[in-house]
């Protein structure tokens, strides 16, 4: 079955693009690769951009783009979109879009989603922004309708699920086998909730972290390590697109032969293990009840803190 192969790009709409330029290049540290009017592409890899900003009255996440391998690919995801009866957007322009060919659609959730063939490269990598970067990893959003969009992120797009956290949350990988391309937590309506770069070191993360730090730009979550795919990272605010950026560490490749997707507790320590309450060494304690929401609220003993 003919499957997406990786994360894309994200088409992100902002208010003020001088403002949202600002904050990708100095605190997540990619690079303007073009910009023309009011939309300006940037980058941390060869290919022409992961972000798309694009100016104007909305401002948060438009668009999601995961890209397949070839026109053939594109034409099997067609057929089954088609077939299950989800309209479909065709085109592609190499000089406007900066991709050959690409589909549009609305998932059940009410995410707007692309896939695509045939993005521009860089003939030159950018130079080192002082973290380095290994790949634009993974997209999570809260989606309304979670047992359909789940199955048809599988059955459609051909995700494979890696790991369940209870009926909350499922994380899903793409054809490149990284343990999530995507990770689908269920709510009422669809919000985007961050996406994931992959850097090369701790060294890495806490560079970015105390970049952001020192200047004032707040974490939504400090150094944590997730037990779904084992990964360490921070989860940096971008207060104005409400939502988060992470920058990770130690993301696993999956074998799929030999995988078995768990069914993990909505607790805590599913969202960092490092919060697993400590043994009784002798006195009474009373290890605190939660449970835990993807970027949501962690509700600990009756305290709600925000996400």
């Known amino acids: 079955m003919v499957a997406v192969s990786r994360l894309g790009y994200l088409t992100i709409g902002v208010h003020d693009l001088d403002e ?15 910009r023309v009017g009011h939309t300006a592409f940037l980058t941390g890899g060869l290919e022409h951009h992961w972000i ?45 879009d900066r991709v050959q060919r690409w589909l549009r659609f609305v998932d059940p959730g009410g995410m707007h989603v692309e896939v695509f063939v045939g993005m521009v490269e860089r003939g030159v990598a950018p ?36 790991d369940w956290v209870e009926t909350r949350a499922g994380f899903f990988r793409a054809a490149d086998r990284y343990h999530h391309s995507l990770v689908l937590i269920r709510a009422e309506r669809a919000l985007f909730n961050h ?23 707040k974490l939504r979550d400090d150094l944590l390590r997730h037990a779904p795919s084992g990964s360490i990272g921070i989860y940096m605010k971008d207060e104005a697109r409400k939502f988060a950026v992470e920058f990770c560490i130690g993301h696993p490749i999956i074998d799929d032969a030999t995988h078995r997707p768990r069914v993990l507790p909505s607790v805590p320590e599913t969202m960092n293990v490092w919060t697993a309450p400590l043994p009784n060494l002798g006195h009474q304690a009373d290890a605190a009840n939660g449970t835990w929401v993807p970027g949501g609220e962690l509700t600990v003993a009756g305290i709600a803190r925000p996400s």
């Open 195 to 217: 996406f994931c770069i992959q850097v090369d070191s701790l060294d890495d993360i806490m560079r970015a972290r105390h970049n952001a730090l020192s200047a004032g730009v």
């Open 52 to 96: 798309r900003l694009e100016e104007g009255p909305t401002e948060g996440m438009k668009q999601v783009s995961y890209v397949v391998d070839s026109e053939a690919d594109l034409l099997e995801i067609r057929g089954r979109l088609v077939a299950t009866g989800i309209a479909v957007d065709e085109g592609g322009d190499v000089h406007h």
């Open 20 to 34: 949202a330029l600002e904050y990708y290049t100095r605190f997540v540290r990619l690079d303007v690769t073009s």
């Open 127 to 162: 130079m080192n922004p002082g973290i380095t970067m290994t790949k634009f990893l993974h997209a999570a959003w809260a989606s309304a309708n979670f047992d359909e969009t789940t199955a048809f992120y599988q059955d459609i797009l051909g995700f494979k699920a890696s």
